[in-house]
Nanobody, 123 residues
């Protein structure tokens, strides 16, 4: 499956952004999907994930209550809604797909990655 992210940009603290991830080549219903992010000088970290059915989600403590993820299997898309953005949310955001059956938060288990989209939050 190929993944392409879009929707990143520059936003002021407190603002919102919605990232999109378009999948092609195979249906996303075959994958657990997740968003990761990587800030300069830091390791890639899990942000939000969603199960194959969409019935289970998990998010990092740092974004709980602010970020949410959804999937549209008919459009083969996943989305990351980010509200109340903070400067520490600045990073490159990646969409990822895991062919496994359980939602996991470790980057190494994800099989497919997009190229990333930059999100910059100014104070």
């Amino acid at each position: 499956v190929q993944l392409v992210e879009s929707g990143g940009g520059l936003v002021q603290a407190g603002g919102s952004l919605r990232l999109s991830c378009a999948a092609s080549g195979r249906s996303i219903s075959n994958y657990v999907m997740a968003w990761f992010r990587q800030a300069p000088g830091k390791e890639r970290e899990f942000v939000v994930g969603i199960s194959r059915s969409g019935g289970v989600t998990d998010s990092a403590a740092s974004v709980k209550g602010r970020f949410s993820m959804s999937r549209d299997s008919a459009k083969n898309m996943v989305y990351l809604q980010m509200n109340n953005l903070k400067p520490e949310d600045t990073a490159v955001y990646y969409c990822a797909a895991d062919a496994g059956t359980v939602l996991r938060t470790i980057a190494v288990v994800y099989d497919y990655w997009g190229q990333g989209t930059q999100v910059t939050v100014s104070s």
